[in-house]
């Protein structure tokens, strides 16, 4: 079983080596061979997929055609991995600009609009508001403008719902919506089996 520090490494390395994925990239799948994260989609670099082959801590399930060869032998790049212990996902999901349009579905929460968006105090900082998850929502900067520092009751706008804190499962189901530009073929089954087919 790995220990904790591994658990977290293997959450985070994808985010904080972006640069590293722009060859070859593994989608790392959880034990129960759902993407460890949707948004952003959980990828390894090739060489840190070869690497959790070789310490046996993932499975290859699907590859790429291209080779690559060290001094006494040949590996085709794993394209897709899944790890052989359970991570279990976050709990907590940050507070982060990121992960407020995410929940938002990147739309403003007073007129659905999808373009020009920023953020809204709810009840505004003048008023005593604070910055949370329950009184913070994306929004369009003409409905930005038009609340201004009012109360909604003062300035005829209504919210589509009511914000609060999203769980983890709230994201990664949101995150499923709003595939990442770069998909791999053989990323498909896994990415999209436990999709809502749409009626």
């Not at 220990?3 to 904080?16: E, G, I, K, W, Y």
């Not at 990239?25 to 129960?32: I, S, T």
């Not at 070789?54 to 006494?72: C, G, H, N, T």
């Not at 590996?75 to 982060?96: M, N």
Request: glycine residues 4%.
């Amino acid at each position: 079983m790995l220990d904790d520090h591994h658990h977290a490494d293997f959450r985070t390395q994808f985010v904080r080596e972006p640069a590293a994925l722009k060859h070859y990239p593994a989608l790392v799948l959880n034990a129960d061979y759902r993407p460890l994260s949707y948004y952003p989609l959980s990828l390894w670099p090739w060489q840190e997929a070869i690497k959790a082959v070789f310490l046996d801590r993932v499975s290859i399930i699907a590859e790429y055609e291209e080779v690559v060869r060290s001094q006494r032998q040949a590996f085709r790049i794993p394209s897709v991995v899944v790890l052989k212990d359970f991570v279990k996902p976050q709990k907590r999901v940050a507070f982060t600009r990121f992960n407020l349009f995410l929940r938002d579905g990147f739309a403003c929460q007073y007129c659905g609009s999808k373009g020009d968006l920023t953020f809204d105090h709810v009840v505004p900082r003048s008023r005593g508001g604070v910055t949370s998850w329950e009184n913070v929502v994306a929004a369009c900067s003409p409905c930005n403008l038009r609340k201004a520092n009012r109360s909604l009751r003062h300035c005829g706008l209504k919210l589509r719902r009511t914000p609060r804190q999203p769980t983890a499962e709230d994201m990664h189901r949101i995150g499923r919506r709003f595939p990442p530009n770069h998909l791999h073929e053989t990323w498909m089954d896994f990415l999209y089996w436990d999709a809502e087919l749409d009626s």
